[in-house]
């Protein structure tokens, strides 16, 4: 029987999932992050060849990752999007149980699992609670043409092959309306961690 309980974490693209899952964190939570396993496995030949032969073999340029080229390709349609999915879920699957069997050996009471594709990967099935992170439409847009250099189109592209915002609301047990500043969002966050005090007991 495990000792531990597993937070899922998720949200659209530019919501604040990411500064969120820093403040858990910082109280205290020990976090796996799934953009960095998806990051990890880009070292396996495995992955690098099926990208390629399902994306271009141009993605690859003096043995890097062109993740722009790659991320313009699989955001086209849901279609590519979901051969992303397919080509890279179950090796970042495999690397999140690997890490979420090193942490839960220290002695770890809450883990939280940090991943935007919580239930396109169907990891919410193995997690005690899920946590999401949303905000309206234009602010997410302004957020992730800011942070990742984006035009309208491609912004627009991202947000469109991800989950509605009424999904994450109808399945997930809290959801943090990430409106405001930050000073906010660390309340919403520090709201929800007594109420996961009171669901499964403190540490």
């Known amino acids: 029987m495990k000792n531990y309980k597993l937070i899922g974490l998720t949200g659209p693209t530019g919501a604040g999932k990411s500064a969120a899952a820093r403040?858990?964190?910082d109280s205290g939570y020990e976090v796996i992050y799934a953009d960095f396993l998806a990051r990890e496995i880009l070292n396996n030949?495995?992955?690098?060849?099926?990208?390629?032969?399902n994306f271009g073999d141009d993605i690859i340029m003096n043995n890097k990752l062109n993740r722009g080229l790659l991320a313009e390709r699989a955001f086209k349609s849901n279609d590519t999007k979901k051969l992303l999915d397919s080509i890279?879920?179950?090796f970042i699957s495999l690397e999140f149980f690997d890490e979420l069997k090193r942490i839960s050996k220290t002695g770890a009471q809450r883990i939280l699992f940090d991943a935007?594709?919580?239930f396109e990967s169907?990891?919410?099935?193995?997690c005690d609670c899920v946590i999401s992170v949303t905000a309206?439409?234009?602010?997410?847009?302004n957020r992730i043409k800011e942070r990742d250099g984006l035009t309208d189109e491609q912004a627009d592209e991202r947000i469109s092959v991800q989950l509605a915002d009424e999904y994450f609301r109808d399945n997930c047990d809290f959801v943090i309306e990430n409106n405001g500043d930050l000073s906010s969002l660390k309340q919403a966050v520090s709201k929800i961690k007594k109420?996961?005090?009171?669901?499964f007991g403190s540490d």
Do not use: M, N, Y
Request: hydrophobic fraction near 45%; aromatic fraction near 6%.
């Open 116 to 118: 935007s594709q919580l």
């Open 136 to 141: 309206p439409k234009e602010v997410r847009l």
């Open 45 to 53: 030949p495995l992955v690098i060849q099926s990208l390629k032969a």
């Open 195 to 199: 109420a996961l005090e009171v669901r």
């Open 122 to 126: 169907g990891a919410d099935v193995i």
């Open 23 to 25: 403040f858990f964190r």
């Open 88 to 90: 890279t879920h179950p």
